[in-house]
């Protein structure tokens, strides 16, 4: 199974930084990842497929990058809304595996 | 608007087994690749397993040991997942979830509410 490691696990930071969360993945997934965001209590939300593609309706301040197994997701300035996990999930094959998770907070 | 929706959770003691089942409304069910996805109290999300839009492939995580088994009624737009043998290590949330399209390579777009399954004596 392709395993993905997202770094960091978790990380404090302010309104108005840019965040970048990275994801590896044990073997080349191409661009099939997609990055997802949760809040407490609710399911996750679709924020990017296909590595860098973003979903209607997300806002701007999202953005993807990476192929082969290097990704990253960027913020490029934190909003107080951003408050979640985010996962990383590839679907190179019909076996699919998500990141452990980075659970960004606000200072 | 596309709904899923869980049911069949609940309690079950240890080597139990549990049926979850998921309507989906709102889309072409027999056009959509099915999953399902878990996350345990706290934790992070697992893939569990997902099915062809005819049923006629399917794939599971390897730590379930042939444990489990994904479903689907296209007629009735419904999707299951039959787990057996349960642990309590499978205490988790359920979640439905809709892939993009009908190709292997899509992510998920929509996903249920969550169930929660709950392994104890």
């Known amino acids: 199974d392709i395993q993905m490691t997202q770094s960091p696990s978790t990380l404090s930071t302010s309104v108005g930084d840019r965040v970048t969360i990275t994801c590896r993945a044990s073997q080349s997934i191409s661009s099939w990842l997609a990055w997802y965001q949760q809040k407490p209590g609710k399911a996750p939300k679709l924020l990017i497929q296909k590595a860098s593609s973003l979903e209607s309706g997300v806002p701007s301040r999202f953005s993807g990058s990476g192929s082969g197994t290097e990704f990253t997701l960027t913020i490029s300035s934190l909003q107080p809304d951003d408050s979640a996990t985010y996962y990383c999930q590839q679907y190179s094959t019909g076996f699919r595996t998500f990141g452990q998770g980075t659970k960004v907070e606000i200072k | 608007e596309v709904q899923l929706v869980e049911s069949g959770g609940g309690l079950v003691q240890p080597g139990g087994s549990l049926r979850l089942s998921c309507a989906a409304f709102?889309?072409?069910?027999?056009?959509?690749?099915m999953s399902w996805v878990r996350q345990a109290p706290g934790k992070g999300l697992e893939w569990v397993a997902n099915?062809?839009?005819?049923?006629?492939?399917?794939h599971y995580v390897d730590s379930l040991k042939g444990r489990f088994t994904i479903s689907r009624d296209n007629a009735k737009n419904s999707l299951f997942l039959q787990m057996n043998s349960l642990t309590a290590e499978d205490t988790a949330a359920y979640y439905c979830?809709?892939?993009?399209?009908?190709?292997?390579?899509?992510?998920?777009?929509?996903w249920g509410q969550g169930i929660l399954v709950t392994v104890s004596s």
């Open positions: 979830a809709r892939d993009w399209s009908d190709g292997l390579q899509n992510p998920i777009d929509y």
């Open positions: 099915i062809k839009p005819d049923g006629s492939a399917k």
């Open positions: 709102g889309f072409t069910f027999s056009g959509h690749w």
